[in-house]
Protein backbone atom coordinates (compact mmCIF):
# COMPACT_ATOMS: atom_id res chain seq x y z
CA UNK A 1 0.00 0.00 0.00
CA UNK A 2 1.22 3.38 -0.67
CA UNK A 3 2.29 6.12 2.17
CA UNK A 4 0.00 8.30 0.23
CA UNK A 5 -2.94 5.68 0.23
CA UNK A 6 -2.42 5.43 4.17
CA UNK A 7 -2.36 8.83 5.17
CA UNK A 8 -5.66 9.41 3.10
CA UNK A 9 -6.79 6.15 5.25
CA UNK A 10 -6.29 7.31 8.47
CA UNK A 11 -7.32 10.76 7.74
CA UNK A 12 -10.98 9.20 6.45
CA UNK A 13 -10.96 7.61 9.66
CA UNK A 14 -10.23 10.02 12.07
CA UNK A 15 -13.03 11.70 9.88
CA UNK A 16 -15.30 9.27 11.01
CA UNK A 17 -14.49 8.68 14.07
CA UNK A 18 -15.07 12.72 14.86
CA UNK A 19 -18.51 12.25 13.15
CA UNK A 20 -19.76 9.68 14.80
CA UNK A 21 -19.06 11.20 18.36
CA UNK A 22 -20.75 14.57 17.13
CA UNK A 23 -23.66 12.72 15.49
CA UNK A 24 -24.39 10.42 18.50
CA UNK A 25 -25.02 12.33 21.25
CA UNK A 26 -23.86 10.17 24.25
CA UNK A 27 -24.00 11.99 27.38
CA UNK A 28 -24.50 15.36 25.83
CA UNK A 29 -24.80 17.33 28.86
CA UNK A 30 -21.74 16.29 29.78
CA UNK A 31 -19.65 17.53 27.02
CA UNK A 32 -22.02 20.39 25.68
CA UNK A 33 -23.03 19.05 22.66
CA UNK A 34 -26.63 19.62 21.60
CA UNK A 35 -29.19 18.13 19.20
CA UNK A 36 -29.69 18.95 15.45
CA UNK A 37 -30.96 22.42 15.04
CA UNK A 38 -34.59 22.28 13.61
CA UNK A 39 -35.94 24.57 11.65
CA UNK A 40 -39.20 26.79 12.73
CA UNK A 41 -41.48 24.30 9.71
CA UNK A 42 -40.68 20.97 11.91
CA UNK A 43 -40.18 22.42 15.42
CA UNK A 44 -43.06 24.43 15.38
CA UNK A 45 -43.21 28.27 16.77
CA UNK A 46 -44.15 31.37 15.41
CA UNK A 47 -43.63 33.78 12.06
CA UNK A 48 -43.07 37.02 12.09
CA UNK A 49 -42.22 39.68 9.82
CA UNK A 50 -42.11 43.11 10.74
CA UNK A 51 -41.88 46.54 8.87
CA UNK A 52 -40.32 49.75 10.21
CA UNK A 53 -41.48 53.31 9.98
CA UNK A 54 -38.53 54.90 8.90
CA UNK A 55 -39.98 57.98 8.54
CA UNK A 56 -40.22 58.36 12.43
CA UNK A 57 -36.76 57.94 12.80
CA UNK A 58 -34.12 60.27 13.96
CA UNK A 59 -33.02 62.78 11.40
CA UNK A 60 -29.61 62.41 12.44
CA UNK A 61 -29.12 58.88 11.64
CA UNK A 62 -29.03 57.05 8.54
CA UNK A 63 -31.77 54.59 7.41
CA UNK A 64 -29.21 51.47 7.63
CA UNK A 65 -27.93 52.68 11.03
CA UNK A 66 -31.60 53.03 12.10
CA UNK A 67 -32.50 49.07 11.39
CA UNK A 68 -29.08 48.35 12.97
CA UNK A 69 -30.10 49.62 16.06
CA UNK A 70 -33.45 48.02 15.84
CA UNK A 71 -32.47 44.47 14.56
CA UNK A 72 -29.50 44.64 17.99
CA UNK A 73 -32.15 45.81 20.48
CA UNK A 74 -35.09 43.35 18.85
CA UNK A 75 -32.17 40.12 19.42
CA UNK A 76 -31.58 41.06 23.10
CA UNK A 77 -35.28 41.55 23.79
CA UNK A 78 -35.49 37.74 22.66
CA UNK A 79 -32.35 36.51 23.96
CA UNK A 80 -34.25 38.19 27.78
CA UNK A 81 -37.25 36.58 26.29
CA UNK A 82 -35.83 32.74 26.47
CA UNK A 83 -36.18 32.04 23.08
CA UNK A 84 -33.90 29.33 21.87
CA UNK A 85 -32.84 29.07 18.39
CA UNK A 86 -34.11 32.26 16.87
CA UNK A 87 -33.72 33.84 13.79
CA UNK A 88 -33.73 37.48 13.25
CA UNK A 89 -32.57 38.97 9.71
CA UNK A 90 -32.64 41.77 7.97
CA UNK A 91 -35.21 41.87 5.12
CA UNK A 92 -34.77 44.59 2.26
CA UNK A 93 -34.46 48.55 3.70
CA UNK A 94 -37.45 48.07 6.02
CA UNK A 95 -38.12 44.89 7.06
CA UNK A 96 -37.05 42.37 9.48
CA UNK A 97 -37.97 38.84 9.64
CA UNK A 98 -38.07 36.77 13.49
CA UNK A 99 -38.78 33.26 13.80
CA UNK A 100 -39.37 32.06 17.28
CA UNK A 101 -39.28 28.00 17.61
CA UNK A 102 -40.97 26.74 20.26
CA UNK A 103 -43.20 30.32 21.00
CA UNK A 104 -46.75 29.26 21.52
CA UNK A 105 -48.05 32.95 23.09
CA UNK A 106 -47.04 34.41 19.90
CA UNK A 107 -49.14 37.61 21.18
CA UNK A 108 -47.17 37.96 24.05
CA UNK A 109 -43.84 37.31 22.16
CA UNK A 110 -45.49 40.34 20.01
CA UNK A 111 -45.42 42.75 22.69
CA UNK A 112 -42.05 41.60 23.75
CA UNK A 113 -40.09 42.58 20.75
CA UNK A 114 -41.92 44.73 19.05
CA UNK A 115 -43.32 46.96 21.40
CA UNK A 116 -41.83 50.83 21.67
CA UNK A 117 -42.06 50.88 25.32
CA UNK A 118 -41.75 54.59 25.71
CA UNK A 119 -41.64 55.34 29.33
CA UNK A 120 -42.29 58.88 30.41
CA UNK A 121 -42.79 60.13 33.89
CA UNK A 122 -45.95 62.63 34.55
CA UNK A 123 -47.15 64.97 37.29
CA UNK A 124 -50.27 66.24 38.20
CA UNK A 125 -51.53 69.13 36.68
CA UNK A 126 -55.15 69.04 37.75
CA UNK A 127 -57.72 66.96 39.04
CA UNK A 128 -61.41 66.69 38.17
CA UNK A 129 -63.19 65.23 40.19
CA UNK A 130 -64.65 61.35 41.20
CA UNK A 131 -64.71 58.59 38.26
CA UNK A 132 -67.47 56.39 38.84
CA UNK A 133 -65.00 53.70 39.85
CA UNK A 134 -64.18 56.07 42.74
CA UNK A 135 -60.81 57.27 41.56
CA UNK A 136 -59.84 60.59 41.31
CA UNK A 137 -60.28 61.76 37.55
CA UNK A 138 -56.54 62.97 37.02
CA UNK A 139 -54.75 65.58 34.15
CA UNK A 140 -51.16 64.66 33.56
CA UNK A 141 -48.58 66.67 32.36
CA UNK A 142 -44.83 65.72 31.66
CA UNK A 143 -42.60 65.89 34.27
CA UNK A 144 -39.73 67.58 33.34
CA UNK A 145 -36.31 69.10 35.27
CA UNK A 146 -32.92 71.14 34.71
CA UNK A 147 -30.71 69.09 33.60
CA UNK A 148 -26.43 69.36 34.12
CA UNK A 149 -26.26 71.20 30.86
CA UNK A 150 -28.80 73.96 32.12
CA UNK A 151 -31.76 73.21 29.64
CA UNK A 152 -35.20 71.95 30.42
CA UNK A 153 -35.77 68.09 29.92
CA UNK A 154 -38.44 65.30 29.92
CA UNK A 155 -37.94 62.54 32.21
CA UNK A 156 -38.20 58.85 30.21
CA UNK A 157 -37.06 55.89 29.85
CA UNK A 158 -33.33 56.81 27.76
CA UNK A 159 -32.39 58.17 31.03
CA UNK A 160 -32.67 54.33 32.42
CA UNK A 161 -29.86 52.08 33.04
CA UNK A 162 -29.74 48.47 31.80
CA UNK A 163 -29.89 47.36 34.87
CA UNK A 164 -33.71 47.00 35.25
CA UNK A 165 -35.41 43.39 37.33
CA UNK A 166 -38.41 42.13 38.50
CA UNK A 167 -38.22 41.60 42.46
CA UNK A 168 -41.03 40.54 44.71
CA UNK A 169 -41.82 42.91 47.35
CA UNK A 170 -41.96 40.75 50.37
CA UNK A 171 -44.56 43.12 52.43
CA UNK A 172 -47.20 42.84 49.54
CA UNK A 173 -45.67 39.73 47.46
CA UNK A 174 -46.45 41.31 44.57
CA UNK A 175 -43.72 42.57 41.43
CA UNK A 176 -42.17 45.37 40.70
CA UNK A 177 -39.42 46.60 38.74
CA UNK A 178 -36.26 47.94 40.23
CA UNK A 179 -34.73 50.37 38.22
CA UNK A 180 -31.58 52.33 38.18
CA UNK A 181 -31.08 56.18 36.45
CA UNK A 182 -27.76 56.77 34.47
CA UNK A 183 -26.24 60.76 35.62
CA UNK A 184 -28.37 62.61 33.90
CA UNK A 185 -31.99 60.51 34.99
CA UNK A 186 -30.54 60.84 38.21
CA UNK A 187 -30.40 64.65 38.62
CA UNK A 188 -34.03 65.07 36.86
CA UNK A 189 -35.34 62.38 39.21
CA UNK A 190 -34.03 64.13 42.20
CA UNK A 191 -35.78 67.58 41.29
CA UNK A 192 -39.07 66.02 39.99
CA UNK A 193 -39.21 64.05 43.52
CA UNK A 194 -38.35 66.48 45.36
CA UNK A 195 -41.08 69.16 44.47
CA UNK A 196 -43.91 66.05 44.51
CA UNK A 197 -43.58 64.92 47.75
CA UNK A 198 -46.63 62.92 49.03
CA UNK A 199 -48.29 63.66 45.65
CA UNK A 200 -48.75 61.03 43.07
CA UNK A 201 -46.22 60.53 40.35
CA UNK A 202 -47.49 58.93 37.33
CA UNK A 203 -45.69 56.32 34.93
CA UNK A 204 -46.56 56.24 31.75
CA UNK A 205 -45.80 53.05 29.44
CA UNK A 206 -46.59 54.39 25.75
CA UNK A 207 -49.42 56.80 26.83
CA UNK A 208 -51.17 54.60 29.17
CA UNK A 209 -50.67 55.07 32.99
CA UNK A 210 -49.16 51.65 34.70
CA UNK A 211 -48.55 53.13 38.15
CA UNK A 212 -49.14 56.27 40.01
CA UNK A 213 -47.08 55.85 43.32
CA UNK A 214 -47.24 58.78 46.09
CA UNK A 215 -43.56 60.52 46.58
CA UNK A 216 -42.72 59.21 49.92
CA UNK A 217 -38.79 60.65 49.88
CA UNK A 218 -36.69 62.49 47.46
CA UNK A 219 -34.95 59.78 45.20
CA UNK A 220 -31.87 60.11 43.53
CA UNK A 221 -30.90 56.72 41.68
CA UNK A 222 -32.99 54.14 42.44
CA UNK A 223 -37.07 53.81 41.83
CA UNK A 224 -39.59 51.14 41.78
CA UNK A 225 -42.09 50.21 39.18
CA UNK A 226 -45.58 48.96 40.46
CA UNK A 227 -48.78 48.11 39.23
CA UNK A 228 -48.53 45.47 36.70
CA UNK A 229 -48.02 41.45 36.38
CA UNK A 230 -45.22 39.01 36.91
CA UNK A 231 -45.18 38.50 32.82
CA UNK A 232 -46.36 42.43 32.05
CA UNK A 233 -42.96 43.13 34.75
CA UNK A 234 -40.59 40.87 33.35
CA UNK A 235 -41.91 41.85 29.63
CA UNK A 236 -41.41 45.59 30.77
CA UNK A 237 -37.97 45.14 32.24
CA UNK A 238 -36.78 43.60 29.10
CA UNK A 239 -37.89 46.51 27.53
CA UNK A 240 -36.22 48.94 29.24
CA UNK A 241 -32.91 46.76 29.50
CA UNK A 242 -32.80 46.45 25.68
CA UNK A 243 -33.96 50.25 25.23
CA UNK A 244 -36.70 51.61 23.27
CA UNK A 245 -36.93 50.30 19.68
CA UNK A 246 -35.21 53.86 17.32
CA UNK A 247 -38.41 53.73 14.81
CA UNK A 248 -42.44 52.21 15.41
CA UNK A 249 -42.46 48.61 13.94
CA UNK A 250 -45.88 47.09 12.48
CA UNK A 251 -46.44 43.58 11.32
CA UNK A 252 -47.02 42.49 8.03
CA UNK A 253 -46.92 39.28 8.35
CA UNK A 254 -47.27 36.89 10.74
CA UNK A 255 -48.16 32.59 11.21
CA UNK A 256 -47.66 29.49 13.45
CA UNK A 257 -46.60 26.46 12.81
CA UNK A 258 -47.86 23.78 14.88
CA UNK A 259 -45.13 21.20 16.41
CA UNK A 260 -47.69 18.64 15.89
CA UNK A 261 -47.09 18.91 11.84
CA UNK A 262 -43.59 19.67 12.63
CA UNK A 263 -43.00 15.90 13.85
CA UNK A 264 -45.33 14.62 10.91
CA UNK A 265 -42.97 16.18 8.45
CA UNK A 266 -40.05 14.71 10.43
CA UNK A 267 -41.30 11.30 10.17
CA UNK A 268 -42.39 11.41 6.91
CA UNK A 269 -38.96 12.99 5.64
CA UNK A 270 -36.70 9.52 7.51
CA UNK A 271 -39.37 7.78 5.95
CA UNK A 272 -38.67 9.12 2.25
CA UNK A 273 -35.04 9.55 3.02
CA UNK A 274 -34.80 5.45 4.16
CA UNK A 275 -36.05 4.15 1.19
CA UNK A 276 -34.51 6.75 -0.97
CA UNK A 277 -31.41 5.20 0.36
CA UNK A 278 -32.51 1.78 0.06
CA UNK A 279 -33.44 1.76 -3.56
CA UNK A 280 -29.84 3.75 -4.05
CA UNK A 281 -28.04 0.42 -2.11
CA UNK A 282 -29.63 -2.02 -4.10
CA UNK A 283 -29.46 -0.26 -7.26
CA UNK A 284 -25.60 0.31 -6.68
CA UNK A 285 -24.37 -3.19 -5.72
CA UNK A 286 -26.94 -5.55 -8.18
CA UNK A 287 -25.51 -3.46 -10.94
CA UNK A 288 -21.83 -1.79 -9.77
CA UNK A 289 -21.38 -5.42 -7.70
CA UNK A 290 -18.04 -4.31 -5.50
CA UNK A 291 -17.51 -1.24 -6.56
CA UNK A 292 -21.24 -0.19 -5.65
CA UNK A 293 -21.09 -1.92 -2.23
CA UNK A 294 -18.16 0.81 -1.66
CA UNK A 295 -19.91 3.12 -3.09
CA UNK A 296 -22.48 2.40 -0.56
CA UNK A 297 -19.74 2.39 2.09
CA UNK A 298 -18.84 5.72 1.29
CA UNK A 299 -22.42 7.47 1.34
CA UNK A 300 -22.94 6.30 4.92
CA UNK A 301 -19.75 7.83 5.76
CA UNK A 302 -20.77 11.38 3.51
CA UNK A 303 -24.15 11.18 5.68
CA UNK A 304 -22.49 11.16 9.05
CA UNK A 305 -20.19 14.14 7.86
CA UNK A 306 -22.65 15.91 6.56
CA UNK A 307 -24.83 15.96 9.24
CA UNK A 308 -22.12 16.39 12.18
CA UNK A 309 -21.23 19.47 9.90
CA UNK A 310 -24.98 20.79 10.14
CA UNK A 311 -24.54 20.11 13.89
CA UNK A 312 -20.88 21.93 14.29
CA UNK A 313 -22.08 25.15 12.26
CA UNK A 314 -24.55 25.03 13.11
CA UNK A 315 -26.81 24.62 10.33
CA UNK A 316 -30.82 25.03 11.11
CA UNK A 317 -33.26 22.16 9.44
CA UNK A 318 -35.59 23.12 7.47
CA UNK A 319 -38.23 20.80 5.91
CA UNK A 320 -37.00 21.89 2.18
CA UNK A 321 -33.66 21.47 4.11
CA UNK A 322 -34.55 18.01 4.52
CA UNK A 323 -35.43 17.39 1.24
CA UNK A 324 -32.09 18.97 0.09
CA UNK A 325 -30.10 16.73 2.07
CA UNK A 326 -32.23 13.53 0.44
CA UNK A 327 -31.38 14.86 -2.65
CA UNK A 328 -27.56 15.49 -2.36
CA UNK A 329 -27.64 11.66 -1.41
CA UNK A 330 -28.61 10.93 -4.75
CA UNK A 331 -26.00 13.72 -6.30
CA UNK A 332 -23.41 11.95 -4.25
CA UNK A 333 -24.15 8.71 -6.18
CA UNK A 334 -23.80 10.24 -8.95
CA UNK A 335 -20.48 11.29 -9.00
CA UNK A 336 -19.68 7.73 -8.56
CA UNK A 337 -21.69 6.39 -11.51
CA UNK A 338 -20.01 8.88 -13.70
CA UNK A 339 -16.31 7.32 -12.41
CA UNK A 340 -17.78 3.48 -12.70
CA UNK A 341 -19.00 4.14 -16.07
CA UNK A 342 -15.81 5.51 -17.20
CA UNK A 343 -13.74 2.39 -15.22
CA UNK A 344 -15.89 -0.05 -16.77
CA UNK A 345 -15.27 1.30 -20.36
CA UNK A 346 -11.52 1.30 -19.48
CA UNK A 347 -11.71 -2.16 -18.36
CA UNK A 348 -13.65 -3.59 -21.88
CA UNK A 349 -10.81 -1.78 -23.39
CA UNK A 350 -8.17 -4.12 -21.88
CA UNK A 351 -6.70 -2.19 -19.58
CA UNK A 352 -5.93 -3.73 -15.70
CA UNK A 353 -8.21 -2.67 -12.78
CA UNK A 354 -5.26 -0.19 -10.94
CA UNK A 355 -5.07 1.89 -14.73
CA UNK A 356 -9.08 1.72 -15.29
CA UNK A 357 -9.59 3.27 -11.80
CA UNK A 358 -7.12 6.18 -12.35
CA UNK A 359 -8.13 7.18 -15.82
CA UNK A 360 -11.43 6.11 -14.71
CA UNK A 361 -11.33 9.23 -12.03
CA UNK A 362 -9.35 11.80 -13.68
CA UNK A 363 -11.51 11.33 -16.79
CA UNK A 364 -14.89 11.48 -14.75
CA UNK A 365 -13.86 14.58 -12.86
CA UNK A 366 -14.35 17.51 -15.28
CA UNK A 367 -17.87 16.13 -15.70
CA UNK A 368 -18.21 15.86 -11.95
CA UNK A 369 -16.70 19.61 -11.62
CA UNK A 370 -18.92 21.09 -14.42
CA UNK A 371 -22.02 19.62 -13.05
CA UNK A 372 -21.53 20.92 -9.50
CA UNK A 373 -20.34 23.90 -10.07
CA UNK A 374 -23.84 24.87 -12.20
CA UNK A 375 -25.59 23.17 -8.69
CA UNK A 376 -23.56 25.69 -6.74
CA UNK A 377 -24.60 28.54 -8.86
CA UNK A 378 -28.27 27.83 -8.38
CA UNK A 379 -28.13 27.31 -4.81
CA UNK A 380 -26.47 31.10 -4.79
CA UNK A 381 -29.06 32.41 -6.76
CA UNK A 382 -31.68 30.29 -4.69
CA UNK A 383 -30.58 31.58 -1.55
CA UNK A 384 -30.03 35.56 -2.76
CA UNK A 385 -33.60 35.19 -4.11
CA UNK A 386 -35.19 33.49 -0.17
CA UNK A 387 -32.96 36.51 1.87
CA UNK A 388 -34.58 39.36 -0.22
CA UNK A 389 -38.20 37.79 -0.61
CA UNK A 390 -38.06 36.58 2.61
CA UNK A 391 -38.64 32.70 1.90
CA UNK A 392 -36.72 31.12 4.45
CA UNK A 393 -37.60 28.02 3.35
CA UNK A 394 -35.89 28.20 -0.03
CA UNK A 395 -32.73 29.56 1.49
CA UNK A 396 -32.92 26.80 3.65
CA UNK A 397 -32.89 24.35 0.49
CA UNK A 398 -30.43 26.63 -1.38
CA UNK A 399 -27.75 26.25 1.79
CA UNK A 400 -28.46 22.64 2.44
CA UNK A 401 -27.83 21.80 -0.79
CA UNK A 402 -24.66 23.88 -1.18
CA UNK A 403 -22.87 22.21 1.57
CA UNK A 404 -24.12 18.40 0.54
CA UNK A 405 -22.89 18.97 -2.75
CA UNK A 406 -19.40 20.32 -1.93
CA UNK A 407 -19.15 17.56 0.34
CA UNK A 408 -20.49 15.10 -2.25
CA UNK A 409 -17.22 15.86 -4.17
CA UNK A 410 -14.95 15.17 -1.45
CA UNK A 411 -16.68 11.67 -1.22
CA UNK A 412 -16.83 10.77 -4.58
CA UNK A 413 -12.92 11.74 -5.07
CA UNK A 414 -11.28 10.85 -2.30
CA UNK A 415 -12.93 8.32 0.14
CA UNK A 416 -14.20 6.45 -2.51
CA UNK A 417 -10.99 6.63 -4.78
CA UNK A 418 -8.96 5.51 -1.63
CA UNK A 419 -11.76 2.53 -0.56
CA UNK A 420 -11.24 1.06 -4.83
CA UNK A 421 -7.29 1.67 -4.16
CA UNK A 422 -7.04 -0.85 -1.24
CA UNK A 423 -9.94 -3.10 -2.82
CA UNK A 424 -8.07 -3.58 -6.40
CA UNK A 425 -5.08 -4.81 -4.64
CA UNK A 426 -7.16 -7.38 -3.46
CA UNK A 427 -10.20 -8.13 -5.98
CA UNK A 428 -8.56 -8.12 -9.54
CA UNK A 429 -11.28 -9.84 -11.61
CA UNK A 430 -13.45 -6.93 -13.16
CA UNK A 431 -16.36 -9.21 -13.13
CA UNK A 432 -16.69 -7.77 -9.27
CA UNK A 433 -16.67 -4.72 -10.71
CA UNK A 434 -19.95 -4.88 -13.19
CA UNK A 435 -17.88 -5.25 -16.20
Do not use: H
Not at 300 to 322: C, E, H, Q
Amino acid sequence: MKKSNLYLLIFIVILLAFAIWVVIPLDSSRFGRQGLSLGLDLKGGSYLVYQADLTQKDPSQSDDDAMEGVLGKIERRINAYGVTEPLIQRQGADRILVQLPGVKDVDDAKKAIGQVAELDFREVESQQGISESGEARVNWKKATATGKDGKEKELTGKYLKPNAQVVINPQIQKPEIAFEWDEEGTILFEQITKRNLNKPLGIFLDNELISAPTVQAVIKDKGVITGLDIEGSRRLAIQLNSGSLDVPLKIIQEYNVDATLGSDSIQKSLLAGAIGAVMIIIFMISYYRLSGFLACVALIIYSLLLIAIFKLIPITLTLPGAAAFIVSLGMAVDANVLIFERMKEELRWGRTLGAALEIGFSRAWPAIRDSNVTTFIACIILAWFGQTLGAFMVTGFAVTLFIGVALSMFSAITISRVLLRLTVQVVRRPSAYGV
